[in-house]
Structures are given as C-alpha cells and as structure tokens.
C-alpha cells in the first residue's frame, strides 16, 4: 500500500506540470492579454488615466505618444514605448515566457500565488473568500442526491422491472437529459421573481442583516437560499446515483452467494442488507470524493452566475474574461492537485470498504 501511494504521489508531479504547461503556453498566443487589454483602455484616453495605471507623471509621456513606436501589442500604436514597458513590467511580461513560466511554478510550490491583476487582494485570500460558497453549494447537493439516490436505487433494483422501476427510471433519464442551467433558468422564471411567484430569493446565500437573525432563523435562511441551486445542480448527479446503485445491487444479487444465503433460509432484508449491501456500496462509496470534486469544481459555474452566488466557479469565469493570469493558473494549479489528490483517496476508498483489494499489484 505504501508503494502504491508513492507512486501515485510522483506521478502527480509530472501530470500537473503537464496541465500547467500547456494552460501557460495557450495564454500565449490568446490575443486580449493583460498588457493588452491595458494598452486598449489606455490608447485615447486622458493623462489622467495614465497616471491611475502607471503611476508616473502624465507629462513623462503625454508629449511623446505621437511618436510612439509601435509594438507587438495591439492597441499601442501610438503611445511612448517607455509606456509600454512599464506596463509589461507591471504584470510581469517584461521577461522570457520560460523565465516566466518557471518563476510561477517556482511560487506555487510555495504555495505564493501573488495578487491578483485587477483587485487588491492576494489571489489566496481570493480563493478563501469565495470558497465557502461553492463548498456549501458541492456538500449539501452531493449528500442530499446520494440522500435520495441510494434508498430509491435499492428499492429499484428490488423491483428490477416492475411498474415502478419503468416510471421512476423514465423520469430520472428526462431529468438527466435536461441542463442543469436550463432548470435553474426555469426555477428563477417561475419562483424565484422572474415572472410568476417570489417564493425563493435570487442573490447570495444569506439574506441582508443576516448576522443580526436568531441562530434557528440564520439556518433556516441558509436553506431557503440554497433550495432552487441545490434542485438545479443535482438532477445530473441524482440520475447518475440512482442509476449506479441500483446495476451494483443486481449486480451482486445475481451472484452465487446471494442464492446461498437465501437457501440457508434467510429473509431477502437479511440478505440484502446483510451480505448484498456490503458489496454492492463498494463502488458508490468510493465514488463519492470523485462526485463532490466534480460538483464542486465544475459544477456550478453557470448554477453561480444565474443565482448570483460569488463563488469559485464565479471567479474562474471572471478571471479568465478579464485575463487576470494569477487567479486563472492559481485555481488552476489548485483544482488540479485536488482532483488528483481524490482521486488518490478514491481508491482507498475502496480498499477501506474491502480490505481484499491488493493495490500492491497495480502499476499506478
């Protein structure tokens, strides 16, 4: 077992170096950068402007934009080149892309991944602040779909076959079928104030002067906000559920040691819950970490920008519109080492749920 985490572990290095490498290098020929985007805002525009971005004088380059050279940059065709350095300067683009490239993952090894490019703040501190919204958002969707999906896919496999089965199994495919956002399009049209009823709020997950409530009163608000995102996320990850726990139960009810058990004379809820079940949750069990990362990176990009809800999908959505490089590769790096890292745990998941497995005698 421990060789077989090592070798998981080391084999993290080179992946993520990988992502981080070919993220970097497509930043690089993607037009609208940062020095750019400055470059834009600041070509036409007053000394005045100059002096807020650059922090110089105005007068150190208002008299020499007319004979400015131009550069590889669009949009700095017209403006000093001494400008233009100092804003490559500013973000950092003063050096060799592999100087460049190097000097970060250098940084983030450390774990130091600068200040963002457009906010005032250290892009971990940014992460921190905006993560316990997409935590509330993967936990609670997470434990209430497999709340629901693991009684209903037991009680399908059961009645593999049975009136029940064909319309509960109908139903949870069309709701499979459907976007999430489509749904939370639908739910914010019909009750969150859109055109029918205001029955949920719309913005944040907690209400104005939330501090000052009762603690029943903060819980029960939390809940109301996480109600309308909560059923748009989860119909994806509630069919998948469902539908897993009921083939991993037939699965194993078809087996030669269900048929013993039940000719020593045991009733099907002591073969089912006491030698099927066991066996049969394997696969859900350990795919529960992989589920939660998912929902909690990837999940809820379009569920945050519908429900107004500042999140991390929210930011990595804004930062690379606003090609803000530091929290771009910083969510990166970070989402990267995560996913890795559960899916690490994954598999010992499954050994922890049945110790028979032998990782030993895999390769990686």
């Known amino acids: 077992m421990g060789a077989y985490i090592i070798r998981r572990l080391l084999l993290m290095i080179p992946t993520v170096f990988g992502i981080m490498a070919v993220s970097f290098l497509i930043t690089q020929f993607a037009p609208g950068g940062p020095v750019e985007q400055a470059l834009a805002n600041l070509s036409g525009q007053n000394v005045s402007a100059l002096d807020r971005v650059t922090g110089s004088e105005g007068g150190d380059f208002a008299g ?59 892009v971990i501190d940014l992460v921190l602040e905006k993560m316990p919204v997409s935590i509330s958002l993967g936990l609670w969707m997470t434990l209430i779909a497999y709340g629901v999906s693991i009684p209903l896919g037991i009680a399908k496999a059961v009645r593999d076959g049975s009136r029940f089965d064909v319309w509960s199994s109908t139903l949870i495919i069309i709701g499979y079928a459907v976007p999430g956002f489509l ?17 949920f709020p719309l913005r944040g997950l907690t209400s104005p002067g939330w501090e000052s409530f009762p603690w029943w009163r903060q819980v029960l608000d939390y809940f109301w906000h996480l109600v309308l995102p909560i059923i748009a996320m989860g119909l994806g990850a509630f ?30 809820n002591q073969v089912l819950y006491g030698h099927v079940f066991r066996n ?85």
């Open 239 to 268: 069919a998948t559920a469902t539908l897993l726990t009921k083939n991993s139960f037939l699965d194993e009810i078809g087996k030669q040691y269900v048929i013993t058990a039940r000719a020593k004379g045991l009733t099907d």
């Open 64 to 122: 020499q934009q007319d004979q400015g050279a131009s550069s590889g940059y669009r949009g700095s065709q017209g403006l000093a080149p001494e400008l233009v350095e100092r804003i490559e300067r500013q973000f950092g683009f003063d050096k060799p892309p592999l100087e460049r490239f190097f000097s970060m993952l250098g940084n983030y090894l450390r774990f130091d991944f600068g200040e963002s490019y457009y906010r005032d703040i250290s």
């Open 280 to 364: 049969a949750m394997m696969l859900i069990i350990a795919g529960f970490p992989g589920a939660f990362i998912g929902v909690f990176f990837g999940g809820s990009l379009l569920i945050e920008t519908i429900f107004l809800l500042d999140g991390l999908g929210l930011l990595g959505f804004e930062a690379v519109v606003s090609r803000d490089y530091p929290v771009v590769f910083a969510t990166l790096y970070i989402f990267s080492l995560l996913g890795l890292i559960i899916g690490l745990i994954s598999d010992l998941t499954y050994m922890w749920v049945d110790p028979r497995l032998d990782f030993e005698s895999r390769d990686v």
């Open 183 to 199: 749904v939370a399009i639908v739910l914010v049209v019909f009750f969150a104030g859109g055109s029918f009823w205001q029955l």
